[in-house]
């Protein structure tokens, strides 16, 4: 049995769900309350000495970071395929993909948006601030390259899902906490609405999960 440690409302952990349901793999959820800190607490911290969700547990194998364990996936259960089998068209999903989970979630993750408050002294404003300009430079940069190349289709590439939507549907709804307009961005829009279609997209979302609050 495929065990997941996540948070419903966790973006990292959402890519993962998105993975696993698309794969049509069933998994137990254990819940890690990211706000009381269980991250940061045992007996988590022993399993992730990072204290960071998610982590997938698969018999003997344990793996954290989301894109490691949407490989390890990939490795195990390859149908149906996250990534391409060219080596362009892999190297293109990789590269969108990385715009959310290198350039976009990292900067607003709460130990981040924590840090800011407590050392650096920024107020609410200012970190939702913070929050709104990371997230409106990712959106534009993918916003273009969705728009101006040629590969992109009814998804990020082509017509099936990949690693990409994967990354970009919970950045999308975890953009709305911080009030992000994404009325500049209308193939982002699109591409997440054409996800959301899919049953697998739609029982990944934060509300649709055991701990929701
Ligand atoms: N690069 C990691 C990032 C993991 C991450 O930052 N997870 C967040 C939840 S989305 C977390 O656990 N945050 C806890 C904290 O900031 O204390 C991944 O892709 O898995």
């Given at each position: 049995?495929?065990?997941?440690?996540?948070?419903?409302?966790s973006g990292t952990s959402h890519r993962v769900r998105i993975a696993l349901n698309l794969k049509g793999l069933t998994y137990e959820q254990v819940p890690v309350h990211l706000v009381k800190g269980e991250q940061q607490q045992e007996p988590y911290r022993t399993l992730n000495?990072?204290?960071?969700?998610?982590?997938?547990?698969?018999?003997?194998?344990?793996?954290?970071q989301s894109l490691a364990i949407i490989d390890y996936l990939e490795r195990t259960h390859p149908e149906p395929r996250l990534l391409l089998e060219d080596a362009a068209g892999e190297?293109?999903?990789r590269s969108l993909a990385l715009i959310c989970a290198c350039e976009m979630h990292p900067l607003n993750n709460l130990r981040v948006l924590k840090y800011l408050k407590n050392p650096l002294g920024l107020?609410?404003?200012?970190?939702?601030?913070?929050?709104?300009?990371?997230?409106?430079e990712g959106f534009a940069a993918l916003e273009r390259r969705l728009t101006g190349e040629l590969?992109?289709?009814?998804f990020c590439h082509g017509d099936r899902p990949t690693v990409a939507d994967i990354c970009l549907v919970p950045q999308v709804v975890s953009s709305a906490r911080w009030g992000t307009d994404l009325g500049p961005y209308p193939t982002v829009r699109r591409i997440h609405e054409a996800c959301m279609e899919l049953?697998?997209?739609?029982?990944?979302?934060p509300a649709n999960q055991p701990d929701a609050e």
């Open positions: 049995m495929i065990r997941l440690y996540t948070y419903f409302r000495p990072q204290g960071l969700l998610p982590l997938l547990e698969d018999g003997a194998a344990r793996v954290s190297a293109r999903v107020d609410q404003a200012a970190r939702d601030a913070w929050c709104r300009h990371w997230m409106e590969e992109t289709g009814r049953e697998a997209f739609a029982r990944a979302m």
